[in-house]
């Protein structure tokens, strides 16, 4: 087994396992989320639940750390493979002739999304560790009322940073649009039905980094002090 992770097929389907999971989880994050423009207390009530509840902070968070953390890892040693690889140059190299400006940038978009979750941990993950295991404050409250959806509307009244956040969703819809179809033919999943895949592959990279477009947006022009 550990010999087919190594091989370029293997790392091809462990990277393709790992972006399934996550953009699975890209889905409900932005549930979630979009919970904060429609009902600001049905985004506290689940924000608490997620936030406290034990099989999510011990089992599924844990696994979603690992998921991410394995695929930069796995994407950085496919692009060092295949840039290697590449230094014995085709006779004639012209990329955009057969492959899109996206897939031939993953690497890059890559790199912009990561950039983006250290931020993104920066402003919401770390004082959320910090509220709950070093001051040891689990009950969600602040002054007597649930703090998340302040503490969300917050964090989008710096334009620097939603200008941050939203450049970084337009790298994530690049990354997704070679992404999510790219995943698919990794397992072989394509044959027959190519077409249908690209199809469901544009919506979902333009739908869900647009939703969060709007999440970041809304909240900028709607904070109240
Ligand atoms: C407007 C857009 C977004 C908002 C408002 C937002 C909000 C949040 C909040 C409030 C948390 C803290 C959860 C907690 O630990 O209690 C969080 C965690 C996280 N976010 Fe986002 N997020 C956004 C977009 C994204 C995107 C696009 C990604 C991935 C590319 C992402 C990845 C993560 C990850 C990996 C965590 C840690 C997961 C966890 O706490 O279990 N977020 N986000």
């Not at 599924?60 to 998921?67: E, R």
Request: proline residues 2%; glycine residues 8%; aromatic residues 16%.
């Amino acid at each position: 087994m550990s010999g087919f992770f190594k091989s370029s097929i293997g790392r091809k389907v462990a990277m393709a396992l790992s972006a399934f999971f996550l953009m699975f989880f890209l889905l409900q994050h932005l549930a979630i989320n979009l919970l904060s423009v429609f009902s600001p207390e049905k985004f506290n009530e689940v924000s608490h639940f997620m936030g406290t509840n034990s099989l999510v902070q011990f089992a599924l968070q844990p696994v979603l750390i690992f998921g991410v953390v394995f695929h930069f890892v796995m994407g950085f040693v496919l692009e060092l493979k295949n840039s290697r690889a590449r230094n014995i140059s085709y006779a004639k190299n012209n990329g955009a002739a057969n492959s899109t400006w996206m897939s031939r940038n993953m690497i890059w978009s890559g790199i912009a999304i990561l950039a983006f979750i250290i931020l993104h941990f920066i402003d919401f993950w770390f004082p959320e560790i910090n509220t709950k295991f070093i001051q040891g404050d689990w009950s969600g409250l602040h002054n007597g009322e649930f703090r998340y959806f302040h503490e969300l509307q917050e964090k989008f009244v710096n334009p620097l940073r939603v200008g941050a956040y939203v450049t970084a969703f337009v790298f994530l819809g690049l990354h997704l649009a070679h992404g999510f179809t790219s995943a698919f033919q990794s397992m072989g999943a394509t044959a027959g039905r190519k077409k249908t895949l690209q199809t469901i592959g544009k919506a979902y990279s333009i739908i869900v980094p647009l939703g969060f477009i709007i999440v970041a947006l809304y909240h900028h022009l709607n904070h109240n002090h």
